[in-house]
């Protein structure tokens, strides 16, 4: 019998590169992810048009100052955000109830890398996504205007600022659905939780206590920080929002990270 | 090569695995035998790093597999249970491991043709058998042409031309100068496979031994591992109230 003596593998140590080429393989090898990227395009940019054609022409001075075409046309985040959050999650707890997650772990044993490394792709992938979708919503949703509607430009004050970061929080949802799913690991729990933050909390406290605390949730954020060039009362400044934003991502994410090294897989 | 010293694990008040210490050497089958829920499979994953032991560490050749450089070309698994996304193809999953393993993608086929799913390489891998799940499961752990091998129960659900298969497989990897470590409650399998047996009870280690010196302490393998493992009182976590027999 031969004795085959340790063999250490040749020189160097895996790392997020690897982890990275990994997530990539597996996030496109799943055929539900087009279909929900798909959703999230014909959804955004549908509801993008329809609300402009339904956009009427301001009337009286107040109205004029707070005619907004621009947070019109980005309605369909508040259907973006559903889909693309979900996915997050579904990108850590798809793996724990298919068991994927032992596979994951065997070839990347850093669960933190693991984890930065889920984020990075599927937070690259949605963050291209959504300054894509939230572009073509904005240009087939201004064709959809009557033509005695004021049109908005992309050179127009603060459009673009609106358009990016509109697109940008698709990314940073993704990455709250990839810290929760970490955090809770079923997929249920996590869509609960998520879909608990983004749309029941705030819809419950500006229901009771107004603009006080609901100005921090995420979906308030979007709606009423990012996607506006006219600002809206008692709300978070665009940047002050996407700071906000930024910061529960991070926090929801270290979170997980923090649970994932210390649990069994 | 595979090092388990002191492990212990509980779940809850529950005790998976008691200061359980053996090892594993290279050139042959080291089979892990013991009844269902005496602790292999939780050994198992402690091996892997995917479960923390309360006590006690596990080490492959010389590092816990946390401290590996490159996991997949040092160490192969099957694990019990199913380890893939039913929607992605056996293609696609084993081209997402070798990404992450480093390992050349040139290696998909060649362990794709190995355990002979070529064919249905591109079909969703929730459509496989219990068999062809186990088929990609140890194509998954050839992938990296690891030195050590790791296999919980790899004959399940398997047509006997496919446990002759895997009886083969094992032998020619330990032919090979690797190390392999197979795990199974199927005593005459491991007579036929095992050159060195580890028997476990109630997460406790029973015997350390060759199977020939094993099999003459008693009549058969058979017998004596029931002599081993009676001794060790009933199968931990099968019985349920109402449920199963109570001694």
């Known amino acids: 019998m031969s004795t085959m003596t340790y063999r250490p593998a040749h020189g160097g140590h895996y790392g997020l590169r690897q982890a990275a080429r990994m997530e990539w393989i597996k996030l496109r090898s799943l055929r539900s992810t087009a279909y929900a990227l798909l959703l999230t395009v014909v959804g955004m940019?549908?509801?993008?048009?329809?609300?402009?054609?339904?956009?009427?022409?301001?009337?009286?001075?107040?109205?004029?100052?707070?005619?907004?075409?621009?947070?019109?046309?980005?309605?369909?985040?508040?259907?973006?955000?559903?889909?693309?959050?979900?996915?997050?999650?579904?990108?850590?707890?798809?793996?724990?109830?298919?068991?994927?997650?032992?596979?994951?772990?065997?070839?990347?044993?850093?669960?933190?890398?693991?984890?930065?490394?889920?984020?990075?792709?599927?937070?690259?992938?949605?963050?291209?996504?959504?300054e894509a979708v939230t572009f073509v919503t904005f240009l087939a949703g201004r064709r959809a205007l009557a033509a005695d509607v004021p049109h908005p430009s992309l050179g127009d004050p603060d459009v673009l600022r609106a358009i990016l970061l509109s697109g940008a929080y698709l990314a940073l949802v993704g990455l709250m659905g990839i810290g929760v799913g970490a955090i809770t690991r079923h997929t249920a729990s996590a869509i609960g939780a998520l879909v608990g933050i983004t749309f029941v909390l705030p819809a419950l406290l500006s229901g009771t206590t107004g603009t006080?605390?609901?100005?921090?949730?995420?979906?308030?954020?979007?709606?009423?920080?990012?996607?506006?060039?006219?600002?809206?009362?008692?709300m978070l400044s665009p940047w002050a929002g996407f700071v906000v934003l930024c910061g529960y991502s991070a926090a929801l994410l270290a979170v997980g990270g923090r649970l994932l090294v210390r649990r069994d897989a | 090569m595979i090092e388990v010293r002191g492990l212990t694990k509980r779940y809850g008040g529950t005790v998976a695995v008691e200061d359980l210490g053996f090892g594993v050497r290279p050139g042959s089958v080291t089979g892990f035998l013991g009844p269902n829920g005496s602790g292999k499979s939780t050994t198992m994953r402690m091996i892997m790093g995917l479960d923390r032991p309360d006590a006690g560490h596990v080490t492959i050749g010389g590092r816990p597999y946390r401290g590996l450089s490159w996991p997949l070309r040092e160490v192969g698994a099957l694990l019990e249970a199913r380890t893939f996304h039913p929607g992605r193809s056996a293609r696609s999953h084993l081209a997402?491991?070798?990404?992450?393993?480093?390992?050349?993608?040139?290696?998909?086929?060649?362990?794709?043709?190995?355990?002979?799913?070529?064919?249905?390489?591109?079909?969703?891998?929730?459509?496989?058998?219990?068999?062809?799940a186990q088929r990609l499961g140890i194509a998954a752990a050839l992938l990296g042409?690891?030195?050590?091998?790791?296999?919980?129960?790899?004959v399940n659900g398997l047509d006997p031309e496919g446990?002759?298969?895997?009886?083969?497989?094992?032998?020619?990897?330990?032919?090979?100068?690797?190390?392999?470590?197979?795990?199974?409650?199927?005593?005459?399998?491991?007579?036929?496979?095992?050159?060195?047996?580890?028997?476990i009870g109630s997460g406790r280690l029973l015997a350390d031994t060759s199977v020939a010196e094993l099999t003459a302490s008693g009549r058969s393998l058979e017998e004596a591992f029931f002599a081993l493992t009676e001794a060790s009182a009933t199968y931990t976590g099968a019985t349920r109230a109402?449920?199963?027999?109570r001694r």
Not at chain 2, 242 to 245: D, I, L, P, Q, V
Request: net charge negative.
């Open chain 1, 45 to 130: 940019v549908t509801m993008g048009v329809v609300t402009m054609a339904n956009t009427k022409p301001p009337h009286g001075a107040a109205k004029v100052a707070s005619f907004d075409p621009t947070n019109n046309v980005l309605a369909g985040v508040a259907l973006g955000q559903l889909i693309v959050g979900v996915l997050g999650v579904l990108v850590v707890t798809g793996e724990y109830s298919t068991g994927t997650i032992r596979s994951t772990l065997a070839a990347i044993p850093d669960r933190r890398m693991a984890l930065a490394a889920k984020a990075a792709v599927f937070g690259a992938l949605a963050l291209v996504l959504g």
């Open chain 1, 212 to 234: 006080v605390v609901a100005k921090f949730f995420p979906t308030m954020i979007a709606g009423n920080s990012l996607a506006v060039t006219v600002p809206v009362d008692g």
């Open chain 2, 96 to 132: 997402a491991l070798a990404a992450g393993g480093g390992i050349e993608a040139e290696r998909v086929d060649a362990v794709l043709e190995t355990v002979g799913l070529t064919s249905v390489a591109g079909k969703r891998a929730g459509s496989f058998s219990l068999g062809m």
């Open chain 2, 145 to 154: 042409d690891p030195p050590v091998l790791l296999f919980d129960e790899p």
């Open chain 2, 163 to 199: 446990v002759r298969w895997i009886r083969e497989l094992m032998r020619s990897l330990a032919a090979e100068g690797r190390t392999v470590l197979l795990s199974s409650h199927l005593i005459s399998e491991m007579a036929l496979t095992a050159d060195h047996l580890v028997v």
């Open chain 2, 242 to 245: 109402g449920e199963g027999t």
